[in-house]
């Protein structure tokens, strides 16, 4: 017995004397310019060959490295590459913070493609970074757009030159979750859609995942839009101004202490100026956008705190007396925490709380004034767990509290007032594991809240799971499965050409929440050196979509049930670049369909075939040159069969029916069965920048929307027979004014 | 896919006119109508710019109950509303033709260039309707009556899918050119003064109504009521006399309206679902007319009379009736009901 325990003694010895001969490293990668932590960033032992990722915030974790001495190297794209040499010893971790200084050529990493994208990433099929660059370069009307950017991204279909509401792999617009900061956006564009709320000035990357999207996201069903923005510079004070035809913006940002640093930002409109004085047309648009950035951290230490807020109003006045005026505002606050807790965990959190409104004002009687309130308070956590190999756990909560309110007047005359405040309370865990040849996350969501109201349980119970498995040199096939659930939606009649007024409800305790499944495989490789290619198919299988009740004859009926459908399709993404030119193009092919209880159609934004190219060439430094072509095949619209008089019948009786002279009902032939002309347009910019004085940067630029005026059909009155068309022939100029430190 | 450069649309599909055919049933009537006319194309799409009312008069218009078919003519009517159609309405009209209770009629309409379209209805049997306060409407209005209801009970056929029950007050005057006619008063249920000084008033009336009441089971008989306001009669009473010389009250009629279902499906998408809480915003339309357009309903009708002394004295007189007439809490129903005097 003796014996035995000396041994189990001896064996906790050498133990613990084995564990205490590895120890962790860890730190952060920043901009040694601004001090903004750098997202994805490769930091990799020399010797070993071992390496970890950054994250979102900027930080890392090299788990038990043994006792040694190493170079660690690090490297982001867009950066100088940057070595030191760490002596390793002792029992605590080591911190090693890393500051790259900015690459003189700018070589950001745009759409990710199978060469250079994060580890964090690398496993998901279906998911796009966009940098600040790319969102500059598409060319888009006047002025940069992060909404309108990621509409050349494969799989996103927009369906209108001047709405810039975007459909994912067959999925309605409003299931994409659109996230900045955390903060929720429930409007997220200006002026129909012609611009985001979001300034992509302010923008350090943007996260597009359209499909099969990680457990940490919930409650919308097809897309996730992540939006991060950057910290204002840590190193000096900076100021920017940009004006050009539709708006102008001035941007400031700076340290208020050493470890604190702030950035304010506001734009307004200038449509109805330029609109008067340029194009002799009334634009009764306006709007503006203010955003406002603390940041707390220390360059020494791993911990970030950021305060943000958005604030948001748009209006559409009345062009004619008696026409509805418009007002849109929204106002979106989050506190957010980054930072590492014992040995190996790294917690984020967001606490937000948001307020959108919007209202329809009449002083004509025949129209009725409407309003919509969203009010969103929410505490969401991810946490990460480093295990001692390469692999990750992650797990965390979300606590949400959207409630709505919508004030209308419906078709009778009758006033409503529709509530729902309906909690959402997820939880999840998923795995990540890397392989030699194979990597794998796998996990699940739970939305509790909704497993306590009764849900069915496919709705509740979401598995995720992401495979990516090397190929042959640096090609990769990829497979993902997950599923999501929604109860927050729009309801708008599908037939509406332009919605001004789109209310958000939750769903009715009558209905089941939406569902959908989604199925991706894939494969992503070099073809050559510097073009790569990414090809993916889809199918996506919605369970259960709410649907107008086609059926509904009478009061009692419900407005809406449950429906099903379907979308499928395939993806193509081929990427050119080298630092002169850069050459992107895009293709993608989708087919949906909504089974409404046998009744089966195409909705309005089946697109079947979509292309983007985009090219930028530089031909000398600080010059680009972009021109972008967008095909889109024709949309479904229902046609017209012709109109008879629909009698009334009065108060029913004794009034006689035979005497009514009716009102004209339309007669629609099968719904979306036909398909409007296809879509083509070719965009071009130029743009050079420059300094003056050592202190003032100017960037100007021209650009020209649909360079061949082609008349692509925005709508036709059907009532009337008037086409109108999208935007023609339209030349913009802008110009920015940065006064540097 | 690569035809790009085709930029023409058509809102609509190749124009072929459909048969849209409007038909009910009554039993309060010997004479039964059907109107027959086409959809049409109008200039540009612009329904407002059609200006024909696309009647047809060369069609074969018959309703059969399966032993009898009744042929129908065309005839042309004065129209009433000429916003959009100035000529004559163009009906087809059977005549006698009483439609009987819990029998199927086909509705078949043959056209050599539109082919044939068909319709069934079923007409709704014998429902049931009293008045229980006979007392408070024969005897002279009186305040102790103010706060009690009129009240009239009635049951539904199983066949009936909604209802409708009207107040009428029957009278004849001493007026110039009457000769003795007999004129119909409808009492409202709801009646708000909104400006005694401009005799403005506000006036809710009945609308069909969905069914409530179940199904009868083994010869049990389900009842519902409708209760009118006691100052609406009295109001009512008042109105009468007031705009007319030398008043003889007649008797006081309800009349209890029970509709089929193809009826009541029509009316209700007719009226955006009669539904106050719908949020829908799409332009609902229901046909039982298999290869066309339109509908073909029924309804039956029962009454109560309650005969009334000849004169009868509204209580209060005016000023103070307003007051009794605003003591009436009932909410403000939809404005398409209101009335202006």
């Keep these: 017995m003796r014996f035995i325990t000396s041994l189990l003694a001896l064996s906790f010895i050498l133990a613990v004397s084995a564990v205490s001969q590895v120890v962790d490293i860890r730190g952060v990668v920043a901009d040694s310019a601004t001090g903004e932590r750098i997202p994805y960033a490769n930091v990799v032992l020399k010797e070993t060959g071992r390496g970890a990722a950054t994250n979102i915030s900027g930080f890392y974790l090299l788990p038990s490295v043994p006792h040694g001495t190493y170079e660690i190297v690090v490297s982001a794209v867009g950066y100088q590459r940057q070595t030191r040499r760490v002596v390793v010893s002792g029992t605590a971790a080591i911190v090693v913070n890393f500051r790259l200084a900015p690459q003189a050529i700018e070589l950001e990493e745009v759409v990710v493609t199978g060469r250079a994208k994060a580890e964090q990433l690398d496993i998901q099929t279906s998911v796009h970074t966009l940098g600040r660059t790319e969102i500059k370069r598409v060319p888009v009307a006047a002025q940069g757009d992060i909404l309108r950017s990621i509409a050349i991204l494969p799989g996103i279909v927009s369906t209108s030159d001047v709405n810039a509401q975007f459909y994912v792999r067959g999925g309605s617009s409003d299931q994409n979750l659109i996230l900045v900061d955390g903060m929720r956006l429930y409007n997220p564009f200006h002026a129909f859609g012609l611009f985001s709320t979001v300034n992509p000035d302010l923008l350090s990357t943007a996260e597009v995942y359209t499909g099969a999207f990680p457990a940490e996201y919930g409650g919308r069903l097809s897309s996730v839009i992540n939006l991060s923005t950057r910290d204002g510079n840590s190193a000096h004070f900076n100021g920017r101004t940009n004006i050009n035809f539709l708006s102008s913006n001035i941007h400031l940002e700076g340290p208020i202490t050493q470890n604190i640093q702030a950035l304010v930002s506001g734009r307004k409109s200038l449509f109805s100026g330029t609109f008067k004085h340029f194009l002799k047309q009334t634009a009764p648009l306006s709007f503006y956008d203010v955003f406002f950035k603390t940041s707390i951290k220390n360059p020494e230490s791993q911990d970030k705190y950021n305060v943000q807020g958005l604030i948001t109003g748009d209006d559409l006045l009345a062009i004619e007396p008696g026409d509805p005026t418009y007002a849109w505002r929204s106002q979106s606050f989050s506190v957010e925490a980054n930072l590492p807790s014992g040995n190996r965990l790294f917690w984020h959190i967001f606490a937000t709380y948001g307020l959108f409104r919007q209202e329809r004002m009449s002083t004509n009687s025949a129209i009725a004034p409407v309003n919509n309130t969203v009010k969103e308070a929410s505490l969401w956590a991810n946490v990460t767990y480093y295990t001692d190999t390469k692999d990750l756990y992650f797990f965390g909560f979300e606590f949400d509290f959207p409630s709505t309110e919508y004030n209308f007047v419906n078709r009778l005359g009758e006033p409503g007032h529709l509530t729902s405040s309906i909690p959402q309370i997820g939880s999840w865990v998923h795995y990540q594991t ?77 209905l089941q929440p939406e ?25 996506k299988k919605y369970g259960s979509l709410v649907a107008y009740n086609r059926d509904k004859i009478e009061g009692g009926e419900p407005d809406y049930i449950n429906a099903k459908g379907e979308a499928y399709g395939g993806e193509a993404l081929v990427r050119y670049s080298h630092p002169i030119i850069d050459l992107y193009a895009a293709y993608t092919l989708t087919k949906v369909k909504v089974d409404l209880n046998g009744f089966i159609y195409a909705p309005r934004y089946d697109r079947r075939h979509t292309i983007n190219l985009l090219g930028t060439l530089r031909p000398f430094k600080n010059f680009d040159i972009s021109v972008r072509w967008e095909f889109g095949s024709g949309l479904p619209y229902t ?20 005497l009514e002279t009716g009102v004209p009902q339309v007669l ?51 009532t009337t027979g008037q086409r109108v068309n999208m935007l023609g022939f339209f030349p913009t100029a802008n110009i920015t004014l940065e006064f540097l430190p | 896919m690569f035809l790009g450069c085709e930029n023409s649309i058509n809102p609509s599909a190749e124009f072929s006119p459909r048969l849209t055919v409007f038909s009910v049933l009554s039993t309060a009537t010997d004479t039964q109508f059907v109107r027959v006319a086409t959809s049409y194309n109008p200039p540009n799409g612009n329904p407002l710019l059609n200006t024909d009312d696309h009647s047809l008069a060369d069609v074969s218009v018959t309703i059969s109950d399966g032993s009898t078919t009744y042929p129908f003519r065309y005839t042309a009517v004065a129209r009433e509303d000429s916003n959009r159609y100035t000529g004559p309405i163009g009906v087809f009209a059977a005549f006698p033709f009483r439609p009987l209770a819990n029998k199927e009629y086909t509705l078949t309409i043959s056209s050599p260039i539109y082919g044939q379209v068909t319709g069934k209805t079923v007409i709704p049997g014998s429902g049931s309707i009293d008045c229980f306060t006979i007392a408070e409407l024969a005897q002279p209005s009186s305040p102790a009556y103010f706060g009690k209801p009129v009240i009239a009970q009635f049951s539904l056929h199983d066949l009936a899918r909604a209802q409708l029950v009207r107040f009428y007050i029957v009278y004849t005057t001493e007026n110039p050119g009457d000769d003795g006619r007999e004129h119909y008063y409808e009492v409202p249920t709801l009646w708000r003064i909104i400006n005694d000084n401009l005799d403005i008033t506000f006036k809710v009336f009945p609308t069909p109504t969905k069914r409530t009441a179940p199904l009868s089971r083994r010869g049990q008989t389900f009842y519902l009521s409708v209760s009118y306001p006691y100052p609406t009669y009295n109001e009512s009473l008042y109105q009468i ?52 357009e339109g509908f073909f309903g029924s309804f039956r009708v029962d009454s109560v009379v309650v005969p009334l002394p000849e004169l009868i004295e509204p209580y209060p007189s005016p000023p103070g009736r307003k007051i009794f007439l605003e003591s009436i809490q009932a909410p403000l129903d939809s404005p398409r009901s209101a009335h202006v005097h």
């Design chain 2, 241 to 292: 006399k007031r705009r007319n010389f030398n008043v003889r009250f007649k008797r006081a009629v309800f009349f209890l309206v029970q509709f089929d279902e193809q009826w009541y499906k029509y009316y209700a998408t007719a009226n955006l679902f009669q539904d106050k809480l719908s949020v829908r915003v799409d332009p609902p339309d229901y046909s039982n007319v298999r290869g066309g």
């Design chain 1, 668 to 718: 629609y032939g099968p719904k979306n069965a036909a398909r409007l002309p296809a879509y083509h347009r070719m965009d071009a910019s130029v743009s050079y920048q420059f300094t003056m004085f050592d202190f003032i940067r100017w960037s100007v630029g021209v650009n020209v929307i649909n360079v061949y005026d082609r008349k692509n059909v925005f709508y036709f009155e059907r």
């Design chain 1, 434 to 510: 890397r392989g030699s040849w194979l990597r794998a996350d796998v996990g699940m969501r739970v939305e509790i809240a909704s497993m306590l109201r009764g849900a069915d349980i496919k709705a509740t119970l979401q598995p995720r799971a992401n495979f990516s498995a090397d190929l042959y040199a640096d090609w990769k096939a990829k497979a993902s499965y997950g599923r999501f659930s929604q109860e927050v939606i729009t309801i708008t009649n599908e037939d509406d050409i332009l919605p001004v007024f789109v209310p958000w409800i939750g769903l009715p305790n009558y």
């Design chain 1, 639 to 658: 046609q017209t069969l012709g109109f008879y008089d629909k009698l009334r019948l009065g108060n029913g009786w004794p009034d006689p029916f035979y």
């Design chain 1, 515 to 539: 569902r959908s499944d989604h199925y991706v495989v894939g494969i992503e490789g070099n073809l050559l050196p510097s073009l790569s290619m990414n090809l993916q198919s889809f199918y």
